[in-house]
């Protein structure tokens, strides 16, 4: 099986090499750009399973290179950054990226973070292909794609991987750091609330209410769980 390809952007050549030679020493492929004109040229023609992308590049805004990068191939995405602030984090998710790592980072962290994004490349089982649907919410894991109503919830892939694997377990309660292990597939040791950010994000595209979310619930003290609704022939009853 052929390694995955990655591809490092950063302006700063210390940051660039040093994450370049660490991964190839992991028998990556590996190729790099210092901005984002040659970012967009080296993904069109390495054809990319993962970029690391800094946010603040010289010609180019980070999230928008984000986004781009998306529309183009189905590639996943890390930030790097120095900022810690959530509204850069809220945003960068919602331009699409997968993970986000902020200055100053260990390589073995880098490492962990790379080897779990792309773990979600494995092909799934059976099981995991059937479709769900909640009445008028449908989540497919094939074509990774959920309908409300008929019209297409636009969810990043995180997004998309937190509510599939809530839904597939209808009325459990998670800690936050149960879903990160089994979502994110790593053992994180950042800030947990990198969950919070992410439910807020879901909770605005499938709820009637986010005041009052019926879908994905908070308990308490403890994290989420994923509540059915009750179907027509229930409620009647």
């Known amino acids: 099986m052929a390694s995955a390809k990655i591809l490092v952007v950063d302006d700063d050549p210390a940051i660039r090499n040093l994450i370049y030679r660490f991964l190839s020493k992991q028998d990556y492929q590996m190729e790099s750009a210092a901005d984002g004109k040659n970012a967009l040229e080296t993904f069109d023609q390495f054809s990319p399973d993962l970029v690391i992308l ?54 073995g962290e880098l490492e962990v973070r790379v080897g779990a994004l792309l773990k979600r490349q494995r092909p799934m089982t059976t099981a995991e292909q059937q479709r769900l649907m909640f009445n008028q919410l449908a989540i497919d894991p094939v074509r990774r794609e959920v309908t409300l109503n008929a019209d297409l919830v ?84």
């Open 54 to 107: 800094d946010v603040n590049l010289p010609d180019a805004n980070g999230y928008d290179l984000c986004k781009e990068m998306q529309s183009r191939t189905g590639v996943f995405v890390l930030l790097l950054t120095s900022r810690t602030d959530e509204a850069d984090k809220i945003r960068g998710f919602n331009q699409g990226a997968d993970d986000y790592i902020t200055k100053p980072f260990s390589l």
């Open 154 to 237: 636009p969810l990043t892939a995180l997004e998309f991987d937190l509510l599939h694997f809530l839904a597939s377990h209808p009325g459990r309660v998670w800690r936050r750091a149960e879903l990160i292990q089994k979502v994110w597939d790593y053992e994180y040791v950042g800030d947990q609330r990198v969950v919070d950010v992410h439910i807020g994000q879901i909770r605005k595209k499938i709820e009637t209410d986010t005041s009052q979310p019926a879908l994905i619930q908070t308990v308490r003290g403890v994290g989420y769980k994923f509540e059915p609704p009750m179907t027509a022939e229930a409620a009647e009853s």
